[in-house]
């Protein structure tokens, strides 16, 4: 057996998010389902984490074993030709028995796309968020840091969330970039609850219309308090866009 | 009754084109659909012209006649509440009597777009025409202007065309344009046949890669012969931009 490590990349409009759910179709049923025909037999694939309905990704990070022996242009090809056109395949490498894409993710990046224009353009509106009013792009920028740290972040959990036990998490950066009528907000740690991102999201873009003052974050993160924080940022704005591994963990 | 013209974008990727056809979710049935919710009776639309199945619009225009007295902006908020969200209106304009979308049109634009990189952008995918080998844009932009002027065009129509009579056509315009590893060609004429800006593109395309000569378009052009040309691009890639009215036509 061999295990294989795959970066993919997937348009999350048609999905009933990341994982099997019965009577949907979401982005591990396809695989599987792919691999299946490969296979003549199931394969069960593990991935870094879950995406939402909706949310997209541009290098989630897959792994499975395989008793086809292969080689790494081969299983791109083959698999590729077995997926719809929602799911691409951008890399595959050979990893070793030990590699876990969930265990192993050292951190993820995930990115957020703003259009904040008056129209709406019709062509990116499973792709980004839209908002009519006016953002105040310095504001969220002064913002954005103090939510970095390491901090019970139970405020910025939906409030439905299956993590049990420890909340604390620790978020790198949290950046804000503006580019024409885009807004960017990319946010990097070593992990992340349900919905996390876009709590984060919906924050800032209530900090930049002048609805809620950055202190709110500060507050949140002691109170523990979610309605101090702003509303849940749609999850078609979303982008898993890289899975970090600590060097040495995905050679064989 | 007041005639309304309306400028209308689209996203043409769950459409099975414009024009109504049985069993099929066209752009004319959904929007003839919201004005009868608005009506209580059949309303009848005109657009400049039919698009493809997949072909998008970014300025279609259409008109109708309306016994409802709504300003401009109650008119764009009215029915853009009924409508769904692949298709979005740019404009409402009340005009004379005596437009007509389609026969008032003195020239319309045509953009496609081409992504010509190794790697597809799964987001884009029903959006640009992914070319992975090489394209050679100089040859492309040195071919382009050879389709300009007044011919018939009899080799540029797809051979199921149903325009009777004369294919002659006056093409104002043919422009190459390169922005990193995307390819615009705009296309301005007075009027086009059944898939003649596809065909173009194909052309051009085919001449990118070296797989046909420049001079395939004069030849084309005297013999009437369709396989002189390149393949049929894809309708995805390809978007009616903007329908150009004579000065006057559309006051009041």
Not at 38 to 56: A, L, P, W, Y
Not at 184 to 192: A, H, L, P, Q, W
Not at 217 to 230: D, V
Request: include cysteine.
């Amino acid at each position: 057996m061999e295990r294989i490590k795959m970066i993919i990349m997937y348009d999350g409009t048609d999905f009933a998010g990341y994982q099997v759910q019965i009577n949907q179709r979401t982005v591990q049923q396809v695989i599987e389902r792919a691999l299946r025909k490969m296979h003549k037999q199931d394969v069960r694939i593990f991935s870094s984490g879950r995406t939402d309905s909706g949310v997209h990704a541009m290098g989630q990070v897959i792994h499975f074993d395989s008793h086809l022996e292969l080689d790494e242009p081969t299983w791109k090809h083959a698999l590729m030709t077995l997926l719809p056109s929602d799911i691409r395949i951008i890399e595959v490498e050979k990893v070793s028995q030990d590699f876990h894409a969930r265990k192993d993710a050292s951190h993820k990046t995930y990115l957020y796309q703003i259009r904040n224009a008056k129209e709406h353009e019709v062509f990116a509106r499973n792709f980004e968020w839209h908002i009519p009013r006016a953002l105040d792009v310095d504001r969220m920028q002064e913002a954005a840091p103090l939510m970095e740290g390491t901090h019970d972040f139970t405020a910025f959990a939906a409030s439905k969330t299956n993590v049990k036990g420890d909340k604390t998490r620790t978020i790198h950066e949290v950046k804000v970039l503006k580019e024409g009528s885009h807004i960017f907000i990319e946010v990097t740690g070593d992990g992340f609850l349900t919905h996390m991102v876009r709590i984060m999201v919906g924050t800032l873009v209530e900090i930049g219309i002048r609805k809620k003052d950055p202190k709110c974050i500060s507050e949140a993160l002691s109170t523990n308090e979610r309605h101090k924080l702003g509303l849940t940022a749609p999850g078609h704005g979303l982008y898993l866009k890289k899975v970090a591994y600590e060097k040495g963990k995905t050679e064989h």
